[in-house]
């Protein structure tokens, strides 16, 4: 398709009369996939002064649409100008470009139903590449077929962890779950709210998902794809629990693995220290999956009973450790080995509490769990450190299952959601890429990928309460940002757009020695902070630093916890439609 495209315009360049009328500009920045027909349609133009546009058919044969550019306006972070495109007024079906005269051609796009609805599928089936301890088949994975590694059934208690129950030289078996990103280790914090936007997922959309098929190896079962995908990920939780109900932070080699395939990474193994941040996420994640899979009661018999228990037993232990955090410098000066991995520190765990509280009490309908969650005060954008939305997300969902002192909460919780969007959406309009995303720099952080994805979030579950479609459309310009529309051109999910990310800091698909990136996965984008410290930044500004490298972990590794919002995004945006 690429190819086929770029040949199409290297024809018409030879062939027509004014060659600089078609040739591609990276200047048009807009969602490569595509748009609704009836939905909102804007492209952006970067440093032109143009007034016209059109929209051809791909093939460049027909004009079905012209319309003027705007006013120019000066981005928020650099001299950057801009202008607007919108074609909303087009809602014909095809495939087609965006031209500018003079200037060029953007990447092509569709406008069609469903036209998400791939990448939707892409970035869950993505769960599945990133599964440990098994090997994935040429059936499941094409190309990317590849051998078990990681089988994580001899793991060393870490001298941090040791506890009564498990002594000094203790191994226990902690085998699945997902690789957590470019890395190969296993953290309970970045599973818990990853699991927990997958759960929400679910539950919001719940027939969108009894059609979905993922083509893994449960797809014939009955049980959801999504559900099953998840599972992998769950039973590998559950072995993370110590028998006093504490919950190990992760499970970690001592030293990240160098580009090399899973097979081939053999260091051993640990369970570190137990944390509350991983406990209480653990608990959150537990209760929600307990009321979900006792739905399955013929193919999970006893499942949601062990999810509960363990929960409560997790909350138990968070009660009585209320403020154990994991810091893993301190944490080395004291034991052996050192552990250098990712470390997903945390030492605010209001959220989490309520969090937990919030799935425990849906699940239990026990009014102690209700009492552990206080009137909301501030929203914040969820991310792994940040999960008490996750829990009002939940509350707000199942509003008429609750009682007593919850029920009295819910009126002002959801004005508060509503007071956030609205904030999040504020000036939009004025803004250099009409985003939700780019209000602020600290939007471009690491890993922005995924505030652009949950602030589209945070918009549908407006929507969902107020059925307001603003809030539909204000989601829809993120997801264009994430496929385009943005100051960097790139479309930020592998395979899926003309400009995709090629060399994500993804170990998979650095070892593996295919040139195409395993497909599906979101780069974590635009990253002020530049962490990795890579040759070849081509800005330094907020919304433009991103290196398509694999050595840029800090603007283009891969993560389970931005691939499940990208999830939820696309998945909740096809189930609207
Ligand atoms: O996503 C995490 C980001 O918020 C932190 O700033 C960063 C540095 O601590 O770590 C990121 O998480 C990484 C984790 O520690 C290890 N696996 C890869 C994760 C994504 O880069």
């Not at 989490?352 to 009490?361: H, K, P, T, V």
């Not at 909301?376 to 008429?400: C, D, H, T």
Request: glycine share 6%.
């Amino acid at each position: 398709m690429k190819i086929n495209y770029l040949l199409c315009i290297i024809g018409l360049f030879l062939l027509t009369e004014k060659p600089y009328a078609q040739k591609l500009s990276e200047q048009i920045r807009l969602n490569q996939l595509g748009f609704y027909p009836t939905a909102p349609k804007v492209a952006v133009v970067v440093n032109a002064q143009a007034s016209l546009f059109r929209i051809k058919t791909s093939d460049l044969q027909k004009t079905v649409f012209t319309g003027k550019l705007s006013t120019s306006r000066k981005s928020e972070f650099s001299d950057k100008k801009t202008q607007i495109a919108d074609f909303t007024a087009l809602k014909t079906q095809g495939s087609f470009v965006l031209e500018i005269p003079d200037l060029g051609i953007s990447y092509p796009f569709r406008i069609a139903p469903k036209v998400h609805q791939e990448v939707a599928k892409a970035a869950l089936k993505a769960f599945y590449y990133q599964r440990a301890s098994t090997e994935i088949p040429a059936k499941y994975a094409g190309k990317w077929a590849r051998t078990l590694g990681h089988p994580d059934d001899k793991v060393f208690v870490h001298t941090s962890a040791v506890s009564v129950d498990r002594p000094e030289g203790t191994v226990i078996s902690s085998p699945r779950g997902w690789y957590d990103a470019g890395d190969y280790n296993k953290y309970i914090v970045n599973s818990g709210i990853t699991m927990g936007t997958l759960f929400s997922m679910y539950e919001d959309f719940p027939a969108y998902f009894q059609k979905q098929t993922l083509n893994i190896p449960e797809s014939t079962n009955t049980v959801p794809d999504v559900l099953d995908e998840a599972l992998w990920n769950l039973r590998w939780m559950l072995t993370m629990q110590d028998k006093d109900g504490g919950v190990y932070h992760k499970l970690t080699n001592a030293n990240f693995d160098g580009m090399i395939m899973p097979d081939k990474a053999t260091q051993p193994r640990y369970v570190v220290q137990k944390s509350t941040a991983a406990t209480l996420d653990f608990a959150a994640v537990m209760a929600q999956a307990a009321r979900i899979y006792r739905q399955f009661p013929t193919a999970f018999p006893s499942l949601a009973d062990s999810c509960l228990n363990a929960s409560v037993r997790a909350w138990d232990w968070a009660k009585q450790h209320p403020n154990l955090a994991y810091e893993q410098n301190k944490m080395n000066e004291q034991f052996a080995p050192k552990v250098v991995t990712g470390d997903y520190g945390d030492n605010n765990f209001t959220d989490e509490f309520i969090w937990a509280a919030a799935e425990l009490y849906l699940s239990t309908k026990d009014e102690r769990y209700a009492a552990a969650i206080p009137n909301a005060k501030q929203m914040i954008l969820p991310s792994w450190n940040q999960v008490a939305l996750l829990g009002y997300y939940s509350l707000l969902r199942f509003e008429n299952q609750c009682t007593g002192t919850i029920k009295e909460q819910l009126p002002a919780l959801k004005q508060q959601l509503i007071t956030f969007s609205d904030e999040l959406a504020s000036g939009i309009e004025k803004r250099s890429f009409q985003t939700l995303m780019g209000k602020s720099a600290s939007d471009f952080n690491w890993g922005s990928t995924s505030n652009a994805a949950n602030q589209g979030i945070a918009m549908i579950q407006v929507y969902r309460l107020t059925k307001n479609k603003k809030y539909l459309n204000f989601a829809l310009s993120n997801l264009d940002y994430l496929f385009g529309r943005n100051g960097t051109g790139y479309s930020f999910v592998t395979g899926f757009g003309s400009k995709t990310p090629m060399h994500p800091h993804h170990r998979l698909a650095v070892a593996d020695g295919i040139v195409d990136p395993l497909p599906g996965f979101l780069s974590g984008g635009t990253n002020w902070g530049r962490q990795d410290k890579c040759e070849g930044y081509p800005s330094t500004v907020a919304d433009e630093c991103y290196l398509d490298a694999d050595c840029s972990y800090a603007s283009n590794e891969i993560a389970i916890n931005w691939n499940a919002p990208l999830a939820y995004l696309t998945a909740a945006i096809e189930a609207i439609q």
